[in-house]
């Protein structure tokens, strides 16, 4: 798709996509999962099968997992700092893309003023 699109085309979109990087949300890197579980106490629900549900928030640091206990007064925004974290690493993907690919055609520009 990138390559059908002319290189200062390619400009354009990079330094609009730039811009969308500074929105100014908060953020975390990291990822939300719901998880099922039992508490332990026998008299509870959760022993006859309705497991409690509970929210961690997990990321990876020096090669383990590190993971937190979300509160679920907190869980709405921790969900919309995630999802900003994501969008904003799906941004800078396509920005280095499109990087990527203005380097290769500079390149190959080069080399054509060579062979002339």
Same mark, same amino acid.
């Given at each position: 798709?990138?390559?059908?699109?002319?290189?200062?085309?390619?400009?354009?979109?990079?330094?609009?996509?730039?811009?969308?990087?500074?929105?100014?949300?908060?953020?975390?890197?990291?990822?939300?999962?719901?998880?099922?579980?039992?508490?332990?106490?026998? &008299?509870?629900?959760?022993?006859? +099968? *309705?497991?409690? $549900?509970?929210?961690?928030?997990?990321?990876?640091?020096?090669? =383990? %997992? @590190?993971?937190?206990?979300?509160?679920?007064?907190?869980v709405?925004?921790?969900?919309k700092?995630?999802?900003?974290?994501?969008?904003?690493?799906?941004?800078? &993907?396509?920005?280095?893309?499109? +990087? *990527?690919?203005? $380097?290769?055609?500079?390149?190959?520009?080069?080399?054509?003023? =060579? %062979? @002339?």
């Amino acid at each position: 798709m990138i390559k059908k699109i002319k290189t200062e085309a390619l400009e354009t979109k990079r330094i609009r996509l730039m811009a969308l990087l500074n929105s100014g949300k908060p953020l975390i890197a990291s990822t939300l999962s719901e998880v099922h579980t039992r508490c332990g106490n026998p &008299n509870c629900r959760c022993a006859s +099968g *309705e497991k409690h $549900v509970a929210h961690l928030l997990t990321r990876r640091e020096n090669g =383990k %997992t @590190k993971t937190i206990y979300v509160p679920v007064e907190l869980v709405e925004d921790v969900r919309k700092w995630t999802e900003e974290y994501h969008r904003l690493k799906e941004l800078m &993907n396509d920005i280095t893309l499109i +990087g *990527e690919e203005i $380097v290769r055609r500079h390149v190959k520009g080069k080399r054509k003023q =060579k %062979t @002339k």
